[in-house]
């Protein structure tokens, strides 16, 4: 081609830059090829291939897999015989098949001829309906009718015979073909696992030449965009989404694109390559069954990783994913190794380990009771909040506590008096040092010697932090004490003996709350348990102490009805009488024991002063807004409003505004603050809160200073929300170190004398409280749930585990093979003691066992008693003995201390200590009656020294709570607690009425029943397997309802969870796990269990439902058996020799150790099933009960009052009688 | 003062070997004839021994002493029983026995109702074929203490008009309560050595304990203390004692070669309360 030459460019300079740009997109397209290629997340994949290919090579060999391949050939030879056998009858077998053949051919033939007489029939019926109508011929074809309706019939019958051969010979056939089927089926099986993994080998590790190929090509540079290894494995979360620079978007989380093995089980430390145990990223994800897996709660395909770890989830880099360093070692290390550094713009950096928890809380709102099991630090940090009462200065919106968590301090003139409150407020600890009440004054930012203000704004002299704090309590007592009428409280209507007093305190339940414990550093002479500390007593404040704080009267005033003083007061009303009342005043304020006077070393009672020259500079600062002339006006008394020329009235003002600031009024009730908010920071959202809005001052570089840090390293890796709050925990004012503030300014939150645990367990919670989309999108709780977790919350608040126990202790062991069990129990008496030992923790039972021995003698072996049913062991009821080295752990039972120290009055009295006599006369016992005599309800006093402990634990004790969801009526209990009363007369210790609202006490009530619908299909379970071994065995036992099945047999067999996996059609792993509550396990397979149980004849009452209020009233029997019952009850039983009936005592009115709960409250209280079992069994319920079991003869009684009966048709008629019979009924009658 | 409580339980290690003939339990004639032997019900000791030893050739030598008591002889005290409470248990001339019967000491110091075993390897349990009978009558138990051997059956018997209830505080043994309406009986097959109270819920005084004993070398002492346990061959024993409110306590015995021991005097003392461990 001519040039042209009007072209602005020359070829040669173009192809130089065709050239250039060309090998410029090359480059840079090998550069991105190899990047891509080399992208350090494909290193963490071929790595993890190769642990992989280790660890399948590992279970192929492995003993399981080996017998696997055993059993598989066994099962093999077994097949081919079987095979050959069948082959030998092959023309018996080609016979059969041709007999089907032909049955079938004749059946079709048939069926088609059946559909065709059918239809002949519709046709010829339609025919004749219309000739009838349209010639007025009514009976017009009956004969033809009938005719063509009987070939139909006819050909029916032979249709359905025809199929029957059919049946029968395919059944033939697979008979004949059985066994070959059924082998290879157990072939295939067996082989199962190890085919899986040597598929799993092959692709790891191919052995074909192509393969290995194939393999270095879908790898190569260039070529890995087609079929890689190497991918990346991200869960895209649509349901969740996530903000980022103002857009939104799904979440989505590439973590396991390095974290293959998170949520595939076994890939532990255990596991060695190369020498080197394997570690993260290549480690399982701990506990599946409650994250990650698809079957838990926290499936990972729909929560993600990020949800709870936080970092960033679509960073496919080590340092961009935020990964965070635990400790400072490893950030140094991390620093040389992957030049670590904070991500500064991420907000949500990845939770350390010890804070991970605290992700809980987003989603757990409504369920923090629930999860205390499984997350136990956040939990606990929840149940700080409100115990120290975080939430009534901070406000957490969602926060379900609202009451103000101190006493009330508007009628304080009749409780105390103003020196002790003075010395109380400037350091309660020194009074008492286990108080909640945290320290307001002489912390770190007010030091004594320090200069706080100057005075006169300015231009005064110096005033230090000593005065200035004495001038704010002063000011602070002086407001409390002015705001409290001056009311004294009424005087004690009658005098109280401190002896009988010493008994009441002990019985009446005040120490089901409170404890006596010495203060720290303090030996008691005393192993009495109302000494020692434990959850329970620790509810209510110790008493050490007190008398030399309270008033005499308002103690009297406030034992008769805490409420009165305080509205909003945890203390119930124990239903005291008068008499009890000034009996305990008079023990605790005359102190026979030496207990309520005693007082810590450094407790002084100190007046506080003020000088009105400090009073005038607060005043300045807290009323700067009037200005200096209005101020010097006041000061000078010329305000006639504002006299502050009286010291008093400048005190006052100034008292008020101390109020305000310190904010006393957010826990204490005060007069003039009723509506007044909170003062603290709302923690709603501070979860979300950025780093760089925490004021850390200076606080940062002072730590690293004062550690020796390289600022920027450590300081850094220090530098995250949970380390601040955690210093603030610790030291509340600890930014204001090196500041300058004025008074006003300084902060004000108090001491809390928080021990580390507890400071971290309040962390974890606050950094969850975050506001993100996850946190608005909350969980949605089943209704059971939330109840369940509404009625613990109330549980837990109210104490009743102080003398109820809800929860049985536990004991974990091994069995003689090796096998790991853990068993509802509790510990057995040890030979010559009266008392069994508190199951607490392992280490504590281990010293109680060594102490026992250096005193008695050896253990061969201990004691537990089964509390439910252990189909591997026994009955409830039954012991079962271990040796000491078969015990691995022990947890301790919820609740019930109080039990001990009652059945520890009955049988032992109280242990005195003389300090003035010596040796064994030091301790002695101590009850109100002589010869350890105890005042009974009737007044009289009667010793129960010889009895044993199940019989006044059972007697004399607070009822245990385990299954209450069954035993009684849900209404019942609303109502009951709402307004208790006595139900076993013979306690001196009476349930409180407590101080709950209507909502609350259904809630309790819900709780329980909720709780009995949860545990009855584990409860069904194990004593189905249980009942598989009383003899007559299984297949006999007929349908006798399981409790009385229980009373027949002295002998019986374990069956075990194995044996019966076949007959159930069931794995033994799920059995096992329907019988230890796993809930995937329960609602996957507990219907077909239930089944089962049908089919072998077991029956047991059913779950309770709490939808349903399921009441006998109007039994299947109402009425028709009422008559037999009240005989059998009167006459055959006696019930009436220890119940009593609508207030009519027993028979035995002289033996309240012989009481029993009144029957008139049954039809209301009772659910009718539980008292079924319960008249069946009684020991099947409460091991040791007094109550006997009445129909447990093998020869049916009382058939002088029910002719000709059974027991179940007396138990029947009994609870017709009890569920009906007329509420005006008394034992009289009898 | 409670050392023993519903959980005592006694371990004894002995075995099976036969042993020559001997006259067992000095003090009651009736209990010669092993067996179902009752005493009267106002007997003080009301005891009554159900184990024998096997006759053997070896076995002449026997082992012998007292049970004392160490400390001032308690006052005696009756039960308290009131009238509402024993209703229907006595006839309405009748009075019913207010004997309490937890410690027995005698003006000589002797302990009576003591239960003394020797463990002997090797020995085979003479378990008698009958039912041991425990009867309830007038609202007592007939018998105080019953010594039973393993493997034995007791059979707990109502003679009573009104309903009692047995309530057994065993440990190793199954442990039940039911009520035994009027004429009725109830059996159980001892399976485990160990002491076993049994009381009645709705009479709280009625108490008696069964003494499983895992030897044929057992008795129970006397109004004096005594006890005397024959047919033991030559060698050193131990005899272990339990008493229901004093505890445990053992003694050396050597029986000699001509079969000859000297009698031994045990004392016994009411434990400090201190002994407790309750934590």
């Known amino acids: ?1230 | 003062m409670k050392l023993v409580s519903s959980a005592t339980l006694l371990l004894l290690t002995g075995l099976a070997l036969a042993y020559p003939p001997v006259v067992l339990a000095p003090d009651s004639a009736s209990s010669a004839e092993a067996g179902a032997v009752c005493c009267s019900p106002s007997s003080d000791v009301r005891r009554n021994v159900y184990v024998t030893p096997t006759p053997s050739e070896e076995g002449k030598g026997k082992a012998h002493g007292r049970v004392v008591f160490d400390g001032e002889i308690p006052k005696r005290k009756e039960l308290s029983i009131t009238e509402a409470q024993s209703k229907g248990c006595v006839q309405a001339d009748e009075a019913i026995n207010k004997q309490d019967l937890t410690l027995l000491v005698g003006e000589d110091k002797g302990i009576a109702n003591a239960v003394v075993t020797i463990a002997v390897p090797d020995q085979e349990l003479n378990v008698p074929e009958e039912n041991i009978v425990l009867d309830q009558v007038q609202c007592r138990f007939d018998q105080h203490i019953v010594l039973a051997p393993l493997g034995a059956t007791v059979e707990y018997r109502n003679s009573d008009d009104v309903p009692h209830n047995v309530h057994t505080y065993s440990l190793r043994n199954k442990a039940f309560n039911r009520t035994l309406s009027a004429q009725t009986s109830y059996e159980q097959a001892l399976q485990h050595a160990e002491v076993i109270q049994i009381r009645c819920d709705i009479h709280p005084w009625m108490s008696a304990y069964v003494f499983v004993a895992d030897s044929n070398f057992a008795t129970i002492t006397d109004e004096h203390g005594g006890f005397e346990i024959s047919g033991l061959a030559p060698g050193e024993y131990t005899a272990k004692i339990w008493h229901e409110k004093l505890g445990k306590t053992e003694v050396k015995v050597v029986v000699s070669e001509e079969g000859e021991s000297e009698a031994v005097s045990v004392p016994m003392k009411l434990k400090v309360k201190r002994s407790r461990r309750r934590r």
């Open chain 1, 1 to 1230: 081609m001519a040039d042209r030459g009007d072209t602005h460019y020359k070829v040669s300079t173009l192809n130089m830059w065709f050239l250039l740009s060309s090998g410029f997109l090359l480059v840079a397209t090998a550069w991105m090829v190899i990047d891509d290629w080399n992208a350090p997340w494909k290193k963490y994949q071929a790595e993890f291939r190769k642990i992989d290919e280790v660890r399948t090579r590992d279970r192929i060999e492995s003993a399981e897999m080996q017998a696997q391949a055993e059993s598989a050939a066994g099962i093999g030879v077994l097949l081919a015989e079987a095979t050959s056998r069948l082959d030998a009858r092959q023309d018996e077998v080609s016979g059969v098949e041709q007999e089907l053949h032909e049955a079938k051919g004749k059946l079709f033939e048939v069926s088609e001829n059946t559909k065709k007489a059918k239809q002949n029939l519709a046709w010829e019926r339609y025919l004749i309906e219309e000739h009838r109508n349209h010639e007025n011929e009514p009976t017009y074809g009956e004969e033809r009718l009938r005719e063509f309706t009987r070939v139909f019939v006819e050909l029916q019958a032979e249709e359905e015979q025809r199929a029957a051969t059919v049946d029968e010979i395919t059944e033939r056939l697979a008979d004949l073909n059985e066994e070959v089927t059924s082998l290879a089926g157990k072939k295939k099986a067996a082989q199962g696992g190890l085919t899986t993994l040597q598929k799993k080998l092959n692709r790891l590790a191919p052995e074909a030449p192509t393969e290995k190929l194939a393999n270095v090509l879908r790898d190569f540079p260039g070529l890995d965009f087609v079929d890689p290894r190497n991918k990346v494995k991200k869960q895209v979360l649509s349901d969740l989404s996530f903000e980022l620079n103002f857009t939104k978007g799904a979440r989505i989380d590439m973590c396991q694109t390095c974290h293959e093995a998170a949520d595939m089980p076994g890939y532990t430390s255990d596991i060695i390559v190369d020498g080197e145990p394997i570690a993260n990223p290549y480690l399982t994800h701990p506990n599946l069954d409650l994250y990650l897996s698809a079957k838990s709660p926290h499936p990972v395909t729909e929560m993600g990783c990020t949800i709870c770890h936080r970092g960033s989830g679509q960073a496919l880099d080590f340092i961009r994913a935020d990964h965070r360093p635990v400790g400072g070692e490893q950030m140094e290390e991390w620093r040389k190794k992957y030049h670590w550094h904070k991500q500064h713009h991420w907000d949500y950096p990845m939770l350390d380990s010890d804070f991970i928890e605290a992700s809980c809380v987003q989603c757990h709102k409504g369920s923090m009771e629930l999860i205390a099991e499984a997350a136990p630090t956040v939990s606990e940090g929840y149940r700080l909040f409100e115990e120290r009462g975080c939430y009534s200065c901070h406000k957490v919106e969602w926060f379900p506590t609202t009451r103000k968590p101190g006493p009330t301090l508007k009628n304080l003139q009749a409780k105390l008096d103003r020196t002790w409150v003075d010395s109380w407020v400037a350091n309660p600890t020194n009074f008492r040092p286990s108080t909640k009440m945290p320290r307001i004054f002489h912390l770190s930012n007010y030091e004594p010697e320090a200069v706080i203000t100057t005075s006169e704004w300015g231009e005064g002299r110096e005033m230090l932090g000593q005065e200035w704090t004495e001038n704010m309590i002063a000011s602070i007592t002086a407001y409390l004490f002015n705001a409290a009428p001056k009311r004294a409280a009424d005087p004690m209507p009658i005098p109280g003996d401190a002896d009988r007093g010493r008994e009441s305190y002990r019985l009446a339940g005040c120490l089901a709350c409170h404890n006596m414990a010495g203060y720290p550093g303090q030996t008691l002479p005393t192993i009495d348990l109302a000494f020692q500390p434990n959850n329970e007593n620790e509810h209510g404040p110790n008493l050490r102490g007190v008398a030399t704080k309270l008033n005499r009267d308002w103690l009297y005033q406030w034992l008769m009805d805490p409420k009165a003083y305080w509205p909003e007061t945890r203390m119930p009303d124990l239903g005291l009488s008068q008499q009890e009342a000034a009996d305990i005043t008079a023990y605790i304020m005359d102190d026979p024991d030496g207990i309520f006077r005693d007082v810590t070393d450094v407790w002084e009672l100190e007046e506080s002063t003020y000088d009105a020259e400090v009073l005038r500079e607060m005043a300045r600062e807290f009323f700067s807004r009037l200005g200096r002339t209005e101020l010097a006006r006041r000061f000078a008394g010329e305000n006639p409003e504002f006299r502050w020329d009286r010291e008093e009235d400048l005190l006052l003002a100034v008292g008020e505004r101390q109020i305000g600031h310190n904010g006393c009024f957010s826990c204490h009730l005060i007069g003039g603050f009723e509506e007044t908010s909170p003062i603290g920071v709302e923690l709603t959202n501070w979860g979300s809160k950025t780093v760089d809005k925490l004021a850390w001052e200076f606080r940062a570089k002072i730590m690293a200073h004062e550690n020796g840090w390289d600022l920027g390293t450590r300081e850094e890796f220090k530098h995250y929300r949970e380390n601040w709050i955690e210093e603030k925990l610790k030291n509340p004012r600890i930014f204001d170190e090196q500041k300058v503030k004025s008074p006003l300014e300084l902060t004000r939150m108090p001491q809390f004398g928080l021990s580390d645990s507890e400071i971290l367990a309040i962390s974890n919670f606050v950094v969850g409280l975050v506001d993100d989309e996850v946190a608005l999108a909350e969980m949605d709780e089943s209704p059971a749930d939330a109840a369940m977790d509404y009625g613990m919350r109330v549980v837990r608040q109210q104490n009743c585990m102080a003398c109820h126990v809800v929860e049985p202790g536990r004991v974990q062991f091994h069995d003689e093979e090796g096998v790991l069990h853990d068993i509802a129990a509790e510990p057995v008496i040890f030979d010559g003691l009266d008392m069994p030992p508190k199951m607490e923790d392992i280490d504590q039972f281990r010293q109680y066992i060594a102490d026992y021995e250096a005193e008695f003698e050896e253990l061969e072996d201990i004691g537990f008693r089964l509390l439910e049913v252990a189909p591997d062991f026994g009955l409830t009821g039954e012991s079962i003995y271990i040796t000491k080295d078969q015990l691995v752990g022990l947890k301790s039972p919820q609740g019930g201390d109080f039990v001990r120290v009652v059945a520890d009055y009955y049988l032992n009295g109280i242990e005195m200590f003389d300090p003035e006599a010596t040796g064994d006369q030091k301790y002695y016992s101590w009850t109100y009656g002589p010869d350890g005599a105890v005042a009974d309800v009737d007044g009289e006093l009667r010793s129960y020294h010889d009895q044993g402990y199940d019989k006044v634990r059972w007697t004399f004790a607070p009822p245990v709570l385990l299954d209450e969801g069954s035993k009684v009526q849900r209404s019942w209990f609303y109502s009951f607690l709402m307004d208790p009363f006595p139900i076993r007369q013979q306690l001196r210790v009476h349930m409180p009425a407590f101080n709950i609202t209507e909502s609350e006490s259904a809630a309790v009530a819900n709780y329980f029943a909720h709780k009995a619908e949860q545990e009855s299909p584990a409860s069904y379970a194990r004593a189905m397997r249980a009942s598989a071994g009383i003899t007559p065995k299984r297949s006999l036992a007929g349908k006798r309802p399981w409790p009385e099945l229980t009373n027949q047999i002295q002998d019986k067999e374990v069956v075990t969870a194995a044996e019966l996996a076949p007959m159930a059609g069931l794995a033994a792993k799920t059995i096992l796990g329907i019988e230890d509550g796993s809930k995937p396990d329960t609602e996957a397979s507990f219907d077909k269990l239930e089944v089962f149980g049908d089919s072998i004849g077991f029956s047991k009452s059913g779950a309770v439902n709490p939808s349903i209020e399921a009441i006998l009233q109007q039994s299947a029997s109402y009425h028709s058996l009422e008559g037999l019952g009240r005989e059998v009850a009167f006459k055959g039983v006696n019930c009436f020799t220890c119940h009593w009936l609508n207030g009519t005592g027993p028979t035995q009115l002289d033996s309240p150790i012989a009481w029993a709960p009144d029957l008139g409250l049954t039809r209301d209280r009772l659910r009718p099933d539980w008292t079924r079992d319960w008249l069946w069994n009684p020991n099947l319920i409460y091991p040791g009960t007094s109550m006997a079991a009445n129909f447990a003869s093998s020869e049916p009684q009382y058939q002088a009052q029910y002719p000709d009966s059974t027991n179940a048709q007396q138990i029947e008629a009994v609870l017709d009688w009890l569920f009906n019979f007329d509420r005006t009924e008394s034992a009289d009658n009898n």
